[in-house]
Nanobody, 122 residues
Framework: QEQLVDSGGGSVQPGGSLRISCGASGRTATTYALGWFRQAPGKERELVAAIAWPATNTYYSSSVKGRFTISRDDAKNTVFLQMNSLKPEDTAIYYC???????????????WGQGSQVTVSS
């Protein structure tokens, strides 16, 4: 059974950094692009970042470009999202997702993680 397991998250002050990670089953990690969507209360779900497999192509939303970095460790079937210069508007539940990159970019994923809460507040 394909599975994604989110980990990390937490609370940080504005301007701070956090790293979240997502572990994937072997087949998922070597078949699909991996990425994160986020959803804040009252807002639509947004694709934040994604990385293809192999890692030859990445996507970032305009709201995080230059602040967030996505990477993957294929030996560990894990993808990471390093979030720097965090802002209160980054507060959301972040969901790991797997799927083909064009599908992720239009909001569709084949598999989802359980989500990690990220809170940016002073």
């Amino acid at each position: 059974q394909e599975q994604l397991v989110d980990s990390g998250g937490g609370s940080v002050q504005p301007g701070g950094s956090l790293r979240i990670s997502c572990g994937a089953s072997g087949r998922t990690a070597t078949t699909y692009a991996l990425g994160w969507f986020r959803q804040a209360p009252g807002k639509e779900r947004e694709l934040v970042a994604a990385i293809a497999w192999p890692a030859t192509n990445t996507y970032y939303s305009s709201s995080v470009k230059g602040r967030f970095t996505i990477s993957r460790d294929d030996a560990k079937n894990t993808v990471f999202l390093q979030m720097n210069s965090l802002k209160p508007e980054d507060t959301a539940i972040y969901y790991c997702a797997a799927g083909y990159l064009p599908e992720l970019r239009v909001g569709h994923a084949k598999y989802w993680g359980q989500g990690s809460q990220v809170t940016v507040s002073s």
